[in-house]
């Protein structure tokens, strides 16, 4: 089965927590705090698969979530930093942002790239210590790691595209010109799914070529396989274009050409208008070459300035012809296209957090809700239960203006106050 576009989830591992500890150690009176902070969660890496060229790995597992930091220990020991999870994708996956579409990243180069990244571990209490805070009861708790719903689109890296109707002959010409073996069968759609294969021009020379299946009338409107494909033949630098020239199917091959030709202008203006040879295959079965029919074929194809190369793909008669040719257009023609990634909007992750990005809401019972990342990173460094972690939230509050934004909201002594699990009757 040929998978090309598929939604996962990834979640990059939370730090650990920071530990609240303080030293106990015979002869050592008041040893202070030691608590270790905690370990960074670890990544979401997206690394190239070179022997993959489908997404069928992903079709039971869509969900890929790193190992989570380990809470710092006393003594001052760190926690355990959170394992890498290694996504491995086919060259030519673009990762898309499932909610815009937007290109994140064009995994087309050996390079690895880290989509989401870990949380870092929280402080241990030996950071909160001061000349007048000798004993804090409170660590910082972890950030929590990134998180994204993600589409992988498979868009195959190839110089060379093999375009033109079921059993034209494109799988056969892969065949005899690579070392591809596609299937070949008198049928229509023996191909389901786009094959690729290397052509030896030289010691150091060659390219890629693609078989594109099932393109047909109304394949960019969705009809036959075509509509599924015809993304592969996104990034080929050449089309060649696979007419049978015999018309073995009872079709005039002109008319063979110009449904194709149409259905390339309707998915893609740049797509149509792309470099493009003609291999008239099938020419051991042409009953007269100078046939009226094919003379009409050759003036149309001068008129759109296309090189016809006649050949034979089951006899390989004229393939290095059509191979030497090709060779010398890609020569002269861009590199395959890499995608650049689309910028995202700027949005507040946990590790830059503002006090400034706090929202104060209303709810139904009139309660003041205080929501924001910098508010949920301070809630989860409070101890309840101790009066010291009380006094350095109340200072954090009053310090970073979230007081202030209270009172500018109406808030009163006596109202009551919500942030996240914490809820609290406001004084003045």
């Known amino acids: 089965m040929f998978i090309d576009k598929i939604k996962i989830y990834v979640k990059a591992g939370n730090g650990g927590n920071g530990c609240v500890s303080f030293r106990r150690e015979k002869y050592v009176a008041k040893g202070g705090p030691d608590g270790g902070d905690g370990g960074n969660g ?3 890496v997206f690394r190239i698969d070179e022997g993959s060229n ?3 790995a992903f079709r039971y597992k869509r969900k890929f979530i790193a190992e989570n930091g380990g809470p710092g220990e006393g003594g001052k020991c760190h926690g355990k930093n959170g394992s890498d999870i290694i996504v491995k994708v086919p060259a030519g996956t673009l990762i898309r942002d499932a909610e815009t579409g937007r290109i994140i990243k064009d995994m087309s180069d050996c390079e690895e790239y880290i989509l989401c990244k870990g949380g870092k571990g929280g402080f241990g209490n030996k950071h909160f210590a001061t000349p007048t805070r000798q004993v804090p009861n409170f660590a910082k ?3 929590p790691g990134e998180e994204k719903e993600i589409v992988l689109e498979l868009k195959m890296i190839a110089d060379v595209g093999l375009v033109g109707l079921p059993s034209a002959g494109k799988s056969s010409l892969l065949a005899s010109v690579s070392e591809a073996r596609p299937k070949i069968a008198e049928y229509h759609f023996t191909t389901l799914e786009p094959n690729l ?3 030896r021009t030289g010691e150091e020379g060659g390219f890629v070529m693609a078989d594109i299946p099932g393109l047909i009338e109304g394949a960019s409107d969705g009809a036959g396989l075509g509509h599924a494909f015809l993304r592969h033949v996104d990034r080929c630098r050449l089309l ?7 018309g073995t199917e009872g079709r005039d091959p002109l008319d063979d050409f110009h449904t194709i030709d149409e259905e390339l202008k309707k998915f893609s203006e740049e797509l149509y208008s792309r470099p493009r040879i003609v291999a008239a295959n099938k020419m051991d079965m042409l009953p007269d070459e100078e046939a009226p029919e094919i003379k009409r074929f050759l003036e149309a194809m001068e008129e759109r300035d296309y090189p016809v190369v006649f050949i034979s793909a089951a006899t390989m008669q004229n393939t290095k012809k059509l191979m030497k040719l090709t060779e010398e257009k890609l ?3 861009p590199p395959v296209t890499i995608y650049e990634a689309e910028e995202a909007p700027a949005l507040e992750n946990f590790e830059d957090a503002s006090p400034e990005a706090t929202v104060i809401t209303r709810d139904s019972t009139g309660a003041y809700v205080v929501e924001g990342k910098w508010i949920e990173l301070l809630c989860g460094r409070i101890n309840l239960g101790d009066r010291e972690s009380l006094m350095y939230f109340e200072t954090q509050l009053n310090k970073n203006g979230i007081i202030d934004m209270l009172r500018e909201k109406g808030c009163q002594e ?5 942030m996240f699990e914490f809820e609290f009757d406001f004084v003045e």
């Open 240 to 246: 060649i274009h696979v007419v049978d020239i015999a």
């Open 141 to 143: 708790a972890g950030i």
């Open 414 to 418: 006596g109202d009551t106050v919500k």
């Open 197 to 199: 294969g290397v052509v």
């Open 54 to 56: 489908t997404l069928l």
């Open 42 to 44: 670890g990544n979401v």
């Open 331 to 333: 020569s002269k023609l």
